[in-house]
């Protein structure tokens, strides 16, 4: 069973940063695209950031491009999300997702049902 584990959530004024962290505890995390989504309540999951398992490829939502990099440490099994420039409407809970992929390399996921396994999440709040 893999297991992803988030980390480096937390209380931020508006402006300021954050960088969280997703350790997988699979061999095979190199052929893992990887995501992140996000749920602030009462609204529905959001797709964030996704990386392909190759890393040659990302994609972001509009609401945070140019703000937020998402990027993955293969050595480490971790994928990452620095979020810069926060705003109050970032806050949410934040979820990291793995695809195992076999083909494809570059192909990033970003609907939720493509994905296959998911971490708990971390709160992000963001005060103004």
């Known amino acids: 069973q893999v297991q992803l584990v988030e980390s480096g959530g937390g209380s931020v004024q508006a402006g300021g940063s954050l960088r969280l962290s997703c350790a997988a505890s699979?061999?095979?995390?190199?052929?893992?695209?990887m995501g992140w989504f996000r749920q602030a309540p009462g609204k529905e999951h959001e797709f964030v950031a996704g990386?392909?398992?190759?890393?040659?490829?990302?994609k972001y939502a509009d609401s945070v491009k140019g703000r937020f990099t998402i990027s993955r440490d293969d050595a480490k099994k971790t994928v990452y999300l620095q979020m810069n420039s926060l705003e109050p409407e970032d806050t949410a809970v934040y979820y990291c997702?793995?695809?195992?992929?076999?083909?494809?390399?570059?192909?990033?996921?970003?609907?939720?049902?493509?994905?296959?396994?998911w971490g708990q999440g971390t709160q992000v709040t963001v005060s103004s």
């Open positions: 997702a793995g695809d195992l992929r076999l083909g494809d390399s570059i192909y990033v996921p970003q609907a939720q049902s493509e994905y296959d396994t």
């Open positions: 699979t061999v095979f995390f190199s052929r893992y695209a």
């Open positions: 990386i392909s398992y190759s890393g040659a490829s990302t």
